[in-house]
């Protein structure tokens, strides 16, 4: 960004970093490196990071810092509901533009956003080797059409993260033993009512499931 110092009239410029004192010309921290200065979010003007106001146009720089950091937030809620959701690329993506962050106005945020990152990464490889293991114990009841087992193995995996031909045989299993049950209860209601007509065709079908 290029600075104008004469924007800024002041014998000395002080980083809101480190606290060291910079020559008025200067565009970065003799003492930390960090930026001096800032564009004001109103005009573009070359304003201090510490300055309240732009002397250009008067805009409050402080509330759009405070604005910026409630986006900040925003974006650590949306990564923390992302992973919540087994949606890890998301919310690693998320949290990473947070963590970037060398402002150091915004410090404390990129520091949490670091240490939930690596949260995440922790719950992903826990919850990837849950899915894992369970398409592994899934694969034999598959073979063998054992829908009840596929069910209960993979229903409470995470669907998300299973591969398409687990979520594809889970839903097979479930049409299955849906079909299964209407079936059982129709051929017992024709039974029970000494509907033999309606039940040979509704016992042929079962046994064609």
Not at 81 to 94: G, I, P, Q, R, V
Not at 111 to 120: F, I, P, Y
């Amino acid at each position: 960004m290029s600075a104008d110092p004469s924007a800024i009239s002041s014998s000395s410029i002080e980083c809101g970093a480190c606290k060291t004192s910079n020559d008025p010309s200067a565009k970065f921290c003799c003492g930390c490196g960090h930026a001096l200065y800032d564009k004001c979010s109103q005009c573009d003007k070359p304003v201090l990071l510490a300055q309240a106001f732009c002397g250009k146009c008067g805009a409050d720089l402080k509330k759009a810092i405070e604005t910026q950091q409630a986006q900040y937030e925003a974006l650590i809620v949306k990564a923390v509901d992302a992973a919540k959701n087994d949606e890890f690329e998301e919310s690693l993506t998320l949290l990473a533009r947070v963590a970037s962050l060398e402002d150091f106005r915004f410090k404390e945020l990129a520091k949490n956003a670091g240490l939930a990152k690596d949260k995440v990464r922790q719950i992903a490889d826990q919850r990837w080797a849950i899915a894992a293991d369970a398409v592994k114990r899934a694969e034999s009841a598959i073979e063998n059409e054992r829908h009840s087992d596929v069910i209960s193995i993979l229903k409470d995996a995470p669907i998300k993260l299973i591969s398409e031909e687990a979520r594809e045989a889970l839903r097979r299993a479930e049409a299955y033993v849906a079909s299964e049950g209407t079936l059982s209860n129709e051929i017992k209601n024709a039974f029970e009512a000494k509907n033999w007509l309606d039940a040979g065709p509704l016992l042929n079908q079962f046994h064609e499931l």
